[in-house]
């Protein structure tokens, strides 16, 4: 066995846009996502069954959103989701975590493999 030690110190995250899904129901987002989202206060949770996609976007004021709260001092932010992401069998087992990309101005992320293992349960 060839063991190395750890260093102790911070480890930083991607610079990239991520977005998580909770199996708490919560989904979360890293700095470089809240700012491409443009800091919201709201944002809309939207799906793509055909294509497997799930992407975030500021909600436009005047329409309801999933409250944006920030986590604690750290640089992720959250919208409790947990009854929407149930009803489209987007609750996994364990924390989903996945580089966003950008699209007219949402963050999308690929979701086929959870609606797959979804379907197979249901």
């Known amino acids: 066995m060839s063991w190395e030690p750890l260093q102790p110190g911070v480890y930083r995250g991607t610079d990239q846009p991520t977005i998580s899904i909770q199996k708490s ?3 979360t ?3 470089a996502a809240h700012r491409a989202l443009e800091e919201p206060d709201q944002v809309e949770i939207l799906i ?3 294509q497997g996609l799930l992407a975030v976007r500021k909600a436009v004021s005047g329409e309801s959103g999933f409250r944006v ?3 604690g001092p750290q640089n992720t932010w959250i919208a409790s989701a947990r009854g929407a992401l149930r009803r489209v069998g987007l609750l996994p087992t364990t924390a989903y975590r996945r580089v966003a990309q950008q699209e007219d101005g949402m963050l999308v992320i690929d979701v086929s493999d959870l609606l797959k293992a979804s379907r197979k349960a249901g």
Do not use: A
């Open 25 to 27: 129901g919560g989904v």
């Open 29 to 31: 987002w890293n700095l």
């Open 48 to 50: 793509d069954h055909q």
């Open 69 to 71: 709260r920030k986590l």
